[in-house]
């Protein structure tokens, strides 16, 4: 079955404490995007990646990062998290020549909540 | 920059009734657009999409089109019913290569809630 599956669904933590939240997709898709999903602000692109080893800022990059070091996954990573970066974090993936005719495969989500 | 604006939810409404959810943005050159569908505890689903002006997407009975001269993408249905309670984000992205391709903007979603 197709699928874009993020872990974990959800995780409660503290402020500053490192964590990661794992993106993995099955369709061999080259583009891969994290976006964050807030009350009254929609969906908003954190970083997204055209391929391996290429990743771009999207709209609110700042306190993240990424890597893409294989085609399948693309983990965001929160170095010092805050309670700001309290949210739902979405990860989507698609063929490079499917972007821009809309064609994503949203993840099912990871609320995280920063204490 | 690109940025998109959808009307203020949420927006309740009786089976059978029309619906109209509002959609407009800025962006430079010419976007591709589109709905996309959230369903309770889900990711998003592409529901329609419109790649030039005076297109008309549909799918399930929703329908918009791209209107270039108003800068819209309304999303429309004639006869809501209660499955098609959910959020509804309008979406552009830039067409073609080079530099930004690849990011989408969302709008802020509108909650849908249809009784029977």
């Known amino acids: 079955e197709a699928q874009v599956t993020q872990n974990p669904r959800y995780l409660i933590t503290v402020t500053g404490k490192k964590l990661t939240v794992t993106c993995s997709q099955n369709?061999?898709?080259?583009?891969m995007s994290w976006y964050r999903q807030d009350p009254g602000l929609g969906l908003r692109q954190i970083y997204y990646?055209?391929?391996?080893?290429?990743?771009d800022k999207g709209d609110v990059p700042e306190g993240y990062k990424v890597s893409r070091k294989e085609k399948r996954n693309f983990p965001l990573i929160l170095e010092s998290p805050s309670p700001n970066q309290t949210s739902l974090y979405f990860c989507?993936?698609?063929?490079?020549?499917?972007?821009?005719?809309?064609?994503?495969?949203f993840g099912e989500g990871s609320r995280l909540t920063v204490l | 920059g690109n940025s998109v604006t959808q009307m203020e939810g949420p927006v309740t409404l009786s089976e059978e009734a029309f619906l109209t959810i509002n959609c407009t943005y800025t962006?430079?050159?010419?976007?591709?657009l589109f709905w996309y569908v959230q369903y309770p505890g889900e990711g998003l689903q592409l529901l329609l999409k419109?790649?030039?002006?005076?297109d008309k997407g549909s799918n399930k009975g929703f329908e918009a089109t791209y209107r270039k001269e108003t800068t819209s993408f309304h999303l429309e249905k004639g006869s809501v019913q209660v499955s098609d309670s959910a959020v509804y984000f309008c979406?552009?992205?830039?067409?073609?290569?080079?530099?930004?391709?690849?990011?989408?903007?969302f709008g802020q979603g509108t909650i849908l809630t249809v009784h029977p």
């Open positions: 369709m061999n898709h080259e583009y």
């Open positions: 962006a430079t050159g010419y976007p591709s």
């Open positions: 989507a993936s698609s063929l490079a020549r499917r972007v821009d005719t809309g064609e994503l495969f």
């Open positions: 419109a790649t030039k002006a005076d």
């Open positions: 990646s055209m391929n391996v080893e290429v990743t």
């Open positions: 979406a552009l992205s830039r067409r073609g290569g080079g530099t930004s391709y690849g990011k989408l903007t």
